[in-house]
């Protein structure tokens, strides 16, 4: 994935959920290291308000829409609440009001743990608020799985990305 590349093979997909597996990893090392300097009412409150304000009102909405379009501002809610930057906010004002606290841990494994285990990413627009493939995608990835195949047969000594399995990622 690149700048004029803005999909995930199979094996890309894989790859980046292991790099936020490491990360996790390392998260829930440091927290169990540390569970007896941890504040747990603190820990469980930075762990469930990213869902309660980013996940939770757009299930609902989606629910509610019965299929129909969820409103932006669910995304919105989403992705600034299921994002590094905002997490980077809120442990850094934390640690300014607050003080620095290995609660905090709270935030990191939660968000890695959302991209490494569960391989939810940021939510983009137009799609489906829960997991679903989008005709369009499905279509691009049948598309692009045919190309790659009749390439590699056309290039001397190229494997086929679809025969080492590294196709198009369809979310299920």
Known sequence: MDSHILFFTRTTYRLLRAEYGVALAGAVLLAV????????????????????????????????????????????LY???????????VAGLW???VGPEWALLALPIHLFGDRAIFGNFLKPLGVSFEPATHPAYQEFVTSYDRLSASSSRSAAGAPAPAATGDRAVVPV
Do not use: E, K, Q
């Open 33 to 76: 290291l540390h569970l007896g300097h941890i504040r747990w009412p603190v820990f469980v409150g930075l762990f469930v308000y990213i869902d309660l304000v980013g996940y939770l009102p757009g299930a609902v909405a989606y629910r509610r829409a019965r299929g129909g379009p969820v409103p932006t501002a669910y995304y919105l």
């Open 79 to 89: 992705n600034s609440m299921h994002s590094l930057l905002s997490a980077a906010a």
């Open 95 to 97: 640690c300014v009001v």
